[in-house]
């Protein structure tokens, strides 16, 4: 295979919107000779459209190369699922790469922010030779739901805890955390917990045309969430959500 150039750039573009990405993120896009863009599916075929307007919004002349990605293995257990995940995606960039023969650097456009909840970073580190990698932040899911939502992270003078559903059904809510922020939950594991005091702040597709916010005491708002969130999925074929909750 042809080496991995010299410089990998990962590029935070928020949540949906192509008014997230930043001024320093366009000025990378502009300066990558590749940009590699994954598909997901032909239900997921809008994720790649978003980062095709965002590139074309950019302004940059890379050229852009598609790669499949890959499904986790459920019969794995979950550590070693997603190691052997993480290895098939650097597989596959580094063949992408290898087919375009670039020597320039390449950017990867990251949904949120490279450095949050994201293994863009890990993958990039797979590859070989190992490239310098440049992180150029985003808009993260938290921000652009707090933002949504009008409502500060944090209580005065409390703390914030982030989470994912997989560990909120593991070990519940935190009871000395003022603020729960919970990402990557595909299964509204809030439905395990106890919903007496907690009030909930729900988004999906935040910062795009099809955003949809919910909000209000978890007891009387957590299965129109459930509901409302299926509906979502089964009619565009994928979702992206998070939502934060507190003690009232």
Request: with cysteine.
């Amino acid at each position: 295979m042809t080496p991995v150039p010299r410089e990998i750039l990962l590029v935070g573009i928020g949540t949906g919107s192509p008014s997230h990405i930043t001024l320093e993120g366009i000025e990378a896009l502009r300066a990558a000779t590749l940009i590699l863009v994954p598909k997901k599916g032909i239900e997921k075929d809008d994720l790649a459209e978003i980062r095709h307007r965002i590139i074309a919004a950019s302004g940059s002349q890379a050229r852009v190369a598609h790669f499949e990605y890959p499904e986790r293995d459920p019969a794995l257990p979950y550590q070693e699922r997603v190691e052997r995940w993480h290895d098939e995606i650097a597989h596959r960039w580094q063949a992408a790469i290898s087919d375009t023969k670039t020597d320039g650097p390449i950017a990867f456009l990251v949904w949120g922010d490279p450095s949050l909840y994201d293994s863009t970073l890990r993958i990039a580190a797979r590859l070989e030779p190992a490239p310098t990698v440049r992180v150029v932040p985003g808009i993260t899911a938290i921000q652009a739901l707090t933002a949504a939502h009008k409502i500060p992270l944090n209580t005065v003078n409390g703390a914030v805890h982030i989470t994912t559903g997989r560990r909120l059904r593991a070990s519940g809510m935190p009871q000395d955390e003022a603020t729960v922020v919970v990402m990557l939950d595909g299964q509204c594991s809030f439905q395990d917990l106890n919903p007496a005091g907690l009030y909930i702040w729900w988004g999906a597709y935040l910062g795009s045309d099809n955003q949809i916010l919910i909000e209000g005491p978890l007891q009387e708002v957590g299965q129109k969430i459930v509901h409302t969130r299926a509906a979502a999925r089964a009619r565009n074929g994928w979702i992206m959500d998070s939502y934060l909750l507190r003690h009232v």
